[in-house]
T-cell receptor
Framework: GAGVSQSPRYKVAKRGQDVALRCDPI?????LFWYQQALGQGPEFLTY????????KSGLPSDRFFAERPEGSVSTLKIQRTQQEDSAVYLC?????????????FGEGSRLTVL | EDQVTQSPEALRLQEGESSSLNCSYT??????LFWYRQDPGKGPEFLFT???AGEEKEKERLKATLTKKESFLHITAPKPEDSATYLC????????????FGKGTTLSVSS
């Protein structure tokens, strides 16, 4: 596609449910990033993939958060046993360049609300 | 600790009224400083990369500058379509791939 595509755009989950958020990056982009943006805040780094390898997961807040990119294209961010503090917009970004680039193409995000 | 502070939090301008947004940063070793624009309900859109003090970049009515401690985003003769949140981010050599974002400045331009 023309840009980074994320789904679902909106997700409401009850506390304790598991959720999966999908990211379809720009075709050919090697690098893929996940960021979390709370209301009124700037995005915060979660994790980074180069192709299918997860090279940096230092920003994942707990072991309830898990990300994968098995074939080096589509990525899924999974949150287990969701809690209210997980409510945020989850942004996916991709780049044709390596991980040290700051020139990222962001998707529109998936807004997660945990009740 | 690497940190980015943006000011003001919000800025209201009349169309044609030029101004500047500030981004102050503390980072152990700056790899790059980045400006993004974010419209409501959208993801950030890349604007500029700055690497070293004294560097300047321009795009239409926007001009970004960098010193050793801060960056400015100058907006010349803004139009209503420039209304958005402007985010500043830094990347540090020791922080790997992560961008550290500020909270942003929300700009409103009225006609």
């Amino acid at each position: 596609g023309a840009g980074v595509s994320q789904s679902p755009r909106y997700k409401v989950a009850k506390r304790g449910q598991d959720v999966a958020l999908r990211c379809d990056p720009i075709s050919g982009h090697v690098s893929l990033f996940w960021y979390q943006q709370a209301l009124g805040q700037g995005p915060e780094f979660l994790t980074y993939f180069q192709n299918e390898a997860q090279l940096d997961k230092s920003g994942l807040p707990s072991d309830r958060f898990f990300a994968e990119r098995p074939e080096g294209s589509v990525s899924t961010l999974k949150i287990q046993r969701t809690q209210q503090e997980d409510s945020a917009v989850y942004l996916c970004a991709s780049s044709v360049l390596g991980g040290d680039t700051g020139e990222l193409f962001f998707g529109e995000g998936s807004r997660l609300t945990v009740l | 600790e690497d940190q980015v502070t943006q000011s003001p939090e919000a800025l209201r301008l009349q169309e044609g009224e030029s101004s500047s947004l500030n981004c102050s940063y503390t980072v152990s070793g700056l790899r790059g400083l980045f400006w993004y624009r974010q419209d409501p309900g959208k993801g950030p859109e890349f604007l500029f990369t700055l690497y070293s003090a004294g560097e300047e970049k321009e795009k239409e009515r926007l001009k970004a500058t960098l010193t050793k401690k801060e960056s400015f985003l100058h907006i010349t003769a803004p139009k209503p379509e420039d209304s958005a949140t402007y985010l500043c981010a830094v990347q540090a050599y020791q922080a790997g791939t992560a961008l550290i974002f500020g909270k942003g400045t929300t700009l409103s331009v009225s006609s």
